[in-house]
């Protein structure tokens, strides 16, 4: 068993947690859930032994945690190298050998750069070199951004078929669903645990604020009463008599109400956006006719034809490294087709979320790089940025220093600054947590225009109100209507 006790942790005079205690172990499958910046990977660093709690600590009895982070990287190396570097002595590679299977790492090339597998096989990777350690607890940091549908599929029934405890951060409410016994949240400094899956954690989140705010609104009522009070103590009481009287009567209610003090629950997230377009139903946004492309000798996909109209709602979906991002490319103009005819409709404006945020590696100030790459007065800039979560101190951060959470919100409100008729979002969902993706959903649900929606989020994707589907596997589309 992993038990915490009293754990505190301060970065500077910021609380992150609390006097928060929790145990884990018993092969429980843990959901950890909350806002970007609420301390979870922090959390999962003081249990791994990687931060230090500012106060409290963590005892564990016959427990060997496993950790993989949210962002990795590898070693120049190849892959049968790297992997042989795992293992001590060469007679223990059949150790590896088993555990490859079990991840179903099939059929890899040894001899391949181990920096050009997919995001899918490197996490496989990371997870069987924790396994190698023989953790009785796997704590796992955002594990479906790095998957595809199938590999989210296969790796909800992996964790299913587990015999030891697994806690994962995920904001992915599907994945939830399917694999977790419990949900914990991290709010108000504190970790709150709440037995059962996703939807109906979320149930039991709503009972917990009507409770707390109930709890407000008898504090006011107590607060008011002893106010009043104290005035009564006033008026009765003359000269010292008086004086000693009202002193400690405003003593005895500071007490009272500094003991038992509350403060109204406030739900952080972004403002509600809003998309205008005014594209009419049936009008030509986007068609491709016979559409190739090959990179040298290697084929991504062969003779594709496509149309997309006003106002339909389609969503993009196959496997890693399939293709979806090159022919987003290929509309946007940052690739060119080996063959056939990409054709944009005319008059049509096109917003462009893309996967890698590149742009977002400057060493220029949150407020510096909005102005910049919008356009934007800078008297109407922060009231925007604020609607994103970025408060007066946060506008003043270099770009290079925004956490994953922060760098999506940034490359959205830069994204949605404008007004689209086609908007074209690649995984616009990675990295921001549940309270900003429902927002996001809401507004993509009610926008009028045309989207193209690349995401592995089978939640997300529902939510956004899509009608039709695009499935690129093996260089061929195929087509599904959800009318």
């Given at each position: 068993m992993i038990t915490a006790k009293n754990i505190t942790k301060l970065y500077g005079d910021?609380?992150?947690?609390?006097?928060?205690?929790?145990?884990?172990?018993?092969?429980?499958?843990?959901?950890?859930?909350?806002?970007?910046?609420?301390?979870?990977?922090?959390?999962f660093k003081i249990i791994n032994g990687l931060e230090d709690p500012t106060a409290g600590n963590i005892e564990y009895e016959n427990e060997m945690p496993g950790y993989i982070p949210q962002e990795f990287s590898f070693p120049d190396k190849l892959v049968g190298e790297?992997?042989?570097?795992?293992?001590?002595?060469?007679?223990?590679?059949?150790?590896?050998?088993?555990?490859?299977?079990?991840?179903?790492?099939?059929?890899?090339?040894?001899?391949?750069?181990?920096?050009?597998?997919?995001?899918?096989?490197?996490?496989?990777?990371?997870?069987?070199e924790a396994l190698l350690n023989e953790p009785t607890a796997l704590f796992i940091d955002e594990p479906t951004n790095h998957l595809d549908i199938d590999g989210i599929m296969w790796f909800e029934e992996y964790v299913k078929r587990l015999k030891i405890s697994?806690?994962?951060?995920?904001?992915?409410?599907?994945?939830?669903?399917?694999?977790?016994d419990e949900i914990w949240e991290i709010d108000k400094n504190q970790v709150f645990r709440f037995v059962g899956d996703y939807d109906n954690y979320r149930t039991e989140k709503l009972k917990l604020i009507d409770k707390w705010d109930d709890e407000y609104v008898r504090f006011l009522k107590k607060k008011a009463q002893l106010e009043r009070l104290l005035e009564n103590v006033r008026k009765i009481a003359d000269g010292k008599k008086r004086g000693r009287a009202v002193e400690a009567a405003k003593k005895r209610i500071e007490r009272e109400v500094t003991s038992d003090s509350k403060e109204k629950y406030k739900v952080k997230k972004i403002q509600n956006l809003?998309?205008?377009?005014?594209?009419?139903?049936?009008?030509?946004?986007l068609r491709f006719?016979?559409?190739?492309?090959?990179?040298?000798?290697?084929?991504?996909?062969?003779?594709?034809?496509?149309?997309?109209?006003?106002?339909?709602?389609?969503?993009?979906?196959?496997?890693?490294?399939?293709?979806?991002?090159?022919?987003?490319?290929?509309?946007?103009?940052?690739?060119?087709?080996?063959?056939?005819?990409?054709?944009?409709g005319e008059n049509v404006k096109i917003g462009y979320f893309s996967q890698v945020q590149t742009q977002l590696e400057d060493k220029a100030t949150v407020m510096d790089s909005?102005?910049?790459?919008?356009?934007?007065?800078?008297?109407?800039?922060?009231?925007?940025?604020?609607?994103?979560?970025?408060?007066?101190?946060?506008?003043?951060?270099?770009?290079?220093?925004?956490?994953?959470?922060?760098?999506?919100?940034?490359?959205?409100?830069?994204?949605a600054y404008k007004n689209y008729d086609f908007l074209i979002l690649d995984e616009p969902d990675n990295h921001l947590d549940i309270e900003t993706k429902e927002v996001i959903e809401k507004s993509l649900k009610e926008f009028k225009g045309t989207l193209l929606l690349v995401s592995h989020d089978r939640y997300f994707v529902e939510m956004c109100g899509v009608n039709k589907a695009l499935n690129l596997v093996d260089g061929s589309l195929s087509y599904i209507d959800f009318d």
């Open positions: 910021r609380v992150i947690l609390e006097k928060t205690d929790f145990k884990i172990g018993n092969g429980r499958k843990i959901g950890l859930v909350g806002r970007n910046g609420c301390g979870k990977t922090t959390l790297y992997l042989e570097d795992l293992v001590p002595n060469k007679w223990e590679n059949y150790k590896i050998e088993t555990i490859l299977s079990q991840l179903k790492f099939h059929n890899y090339d040894p001899y391949q750069d181990i920096n050009t597998l997919s995001e899918g096989q490197k996490m496989k990777l990371k997870l069987a697994a806690v994962m951060i995920s904001h992915d409410r599907s994945f939830l669903n399917h694999t977790v809003s998309f205008d377009s005014d594209i009419r139903d049936g009008k030509l946004m006719e016979n559409v190739s492309k090959f990179f040298g000798l290697k084929k991504v996909f062969d003779n594709l034809n496509f149309e997309l109209r006003g106002k339909e709602k389609v969503w993009l979906f196959g496997p890693n490294g399939g293709g979806k991002t090159t022919l987003i490319k290929l509309i946007v103009g940052e690739e060119k087709e080996t063959s056939g005819t990409v054709k944009v909005f102005v910049q790459k919008t356009g934007c007065y800078f008297a109407y800039a922060y009231n925007l940025l604020n609607k994103f979560l970025f408060d007066k101190e946060s506008v003043k951060k270099r770009i290079w220093q925004l956490s994953p959470g922060e760098r999506a919100r940034f490359a959205f409100a830069i994204f």
